[in-house]
């Protein structure tokens, strides 16, 4: 699957006649990228996301962490935060591919009211979580590519993905650290409150890669 969903991207790459960089698709939220060269560590501000490596390698450190992220690794960012992250795996033959999509909060909440009985997992309530994705993952990803933007098909179906990738979150391996996020007085929820407050009075930006 990850060979195909390979092949998606980059023909959607080609398509827009980008060899590196990010596209913003326009469907759910998501975001592709690729790299065709590896790069030095260099600083980004993440907001709640979700990445998930296709092809080629990525290092990301945050505070005393170092994440390797591999094909089939997501990584998920559960709050405001900053790190350092490189390309350490990309050739023009085999550059770097991964999609990411954004986490709504608010989504994720009305997703989980309407869940019932979700695993219980153990929680050290993280920041940052990586977790082998499935081919539920994929599949999902995949019916959304092969989707034109702006199209009918697009518009109808746009919102359901959304929903339905909230709901695979909320049921893989960092579906308990989310879960204790949207907890009213969990220690995650504090901070991640107190950084929502601090990014509205301060306009801070955001970049992800």
């Known amino acids: 699957m990850l060979n195909e969903l ?3 991207i980059s023909t959607t790459m080609n398509d827009r006649s980008i060899a590196e ?5 326009d469907i759910s939220g ?8 590896t790069s030095s560590f260099t600083p980004a501000t993440y907001r709640p996301h979700v990445c998930m490596v296709i092809q080629g ?18 990584i998920v960012v559960s709050q405001d935060l900053s790190a350092i992250s490189r390309v350490s795996d990309a050739t023009v033959d085999a550059p770097y591919l991964a999609a990411v999509m954004p986490i709504d909060m608010d989504r994720l909440r009305l997703v989980a009211d309407r869940l019932n009985d979700l695993p219980q997992r153990q929680t050290r309530e993280r920041s940052l979580i990586t977790f082998q994705f499935d081919e539920t993952f994929s599949h999902l990803l995949r019916r959304i590519l092969v989707l034109a933007p702006q199209s009918r ?5 746009a919102e359901t993905y959304r929903d339905e990738f909230h709901a695979l979150l909320l049921l893989s391996e960092a579906g308990a ?9 969990s220690k995650a ?6 950084i929502a407050h601090i990014r509205k009075n301060l306009g801070a930006g955001s970049t992800i890669q």
Do not use: I
Request: zero cysteines; charged letters at 25%; proline letters at 2%.
């Open 189 to 194: 929820n504090r901070v991640a409150r107190a």
């Open 30 to 37: 998501l975001r592709l990228f690729r790299y065709q060269s």
């Open 177 to 185: 650290d989310l879960t204790k996020l949207l907890t009213e007085n």
């Open 153 to 157: 098909e697009a518009q109808l179906l």
């Open 57 to 74: 390698s990525k290092d990301l450190s945050f505070q005393d962490r170092e994440v390797q992220l591999r094909p089939g690794t997501a």
């Open 6 to 8: 390979s092949s998606l």
């Open 21 to 25: 960089g990010g596209l913003a698709y």
